[in-house]
């Protein structure tokens, strides 16, 4: 499907429990149908995953437009964004001349404000570096650390099903309704499925406003119709399929790599060392990808 060395403007992106030394850690995975990489790092949040995203480089930080951007995002007080305007901009800044330039020039803040500021500089860093490939689209979960990483995120369509999967209506009603909407929602996954292979104008009009019928209409099933409301917030990540009909429709590459790295921790149990950890992924990652 792409020529050699070559690559795609998406991948995959899951993460799994581990443990070093008796410490909870995290495994990334990211891949596509080329590669898989596995990279175990302490923490599993949004500044973590970035480091993955740039070859676990140190992070850097940097005060431009698309800063501000995020910080809008991320509902960071007005205050907070007008305080480090007056700090030097489009000047990159290692993790500790950051912090100290915020210890320096800012009023005390919050850890969460400061948190998100740190993740929107060192994001905007990301993007405007040329060291790595920057990644345009995520395919991965809804979880909150992998939002706001690269310009699209699309959602993993059996991690959506699972969400209903879980509901266990006891009336026989309910039971019904919800078997119904199963069936409604996988034979619009296939109808997607279909539209991948070929695309036009009038099928994508199609499938959008069939979406917003499925996911809109209420059925008196109220769990079911609060779930259906938390889907249908999301169009946007669950239909970018729609404007790039490239995208696969869920993240089992990610998840099944993700499964072979629990099933050697179940044999082996954890590793003892940093370098001991380093070498596990680096092995794991050149049995897990193809030639």
Known sequence: MYPERASSPWQHLDQTSARVKGVNHTTNIICNQLYTVYSTTLK??????????????????????????????????LKWSHQIKG?????PFNGDDFNTLLNQHIS????QHRTRICQAAAIAFYHQQ??????KTLVTDDAPQFKLLTDDLSLCWVQVARHYKKLSPFVSCHQKTL????????????ELLAYRNSPSPEEKLKLKSKF??????????EQLDERKKLTLSKISEVLLVLEHPELP??????ELAAR??????????????????????????????KE
Do not use: C
Request: hydrophobic fraction near 40%.
């Open 44 to 77: 599993k949040d949004r500044l973590s995953v970035l480091g993955v995203l740039q070859n676990n480089q140190e992070l850097e930080f940097i005060l431009s437009p698309l800063t501000y951007e995020l910080l809008d995002k991320f509902n960071v007080p």
């Open 87 to 91: 700090l030097p901009q489009e000047i």
């Open 108 to 111: 005390p803040v919050g850890s």
């Open 130 to 135: 040329s060291k790595i490939p920057v990644i």
């Open 179 to 190: 078997d119904k909407f199963l069936d409604n929602f996988w034979d619009y996954y296939r």
């Open 212 to 221: 917003l019928d499925i996911f809109g209409t209420q059925t008196g099933y």
């Open 249 to 254: 429709l869920h993240n089992n590459s990610a």
């Open 260 to 289: 072979t790295m629990v099933q050697r921790r179940n044999i082996s149990y954890a590793t003892q060392t940093s370098q001991g950890t380093q070498a596990w992924d680096i092995f794991m990652s050149l049995v897990a990808t």
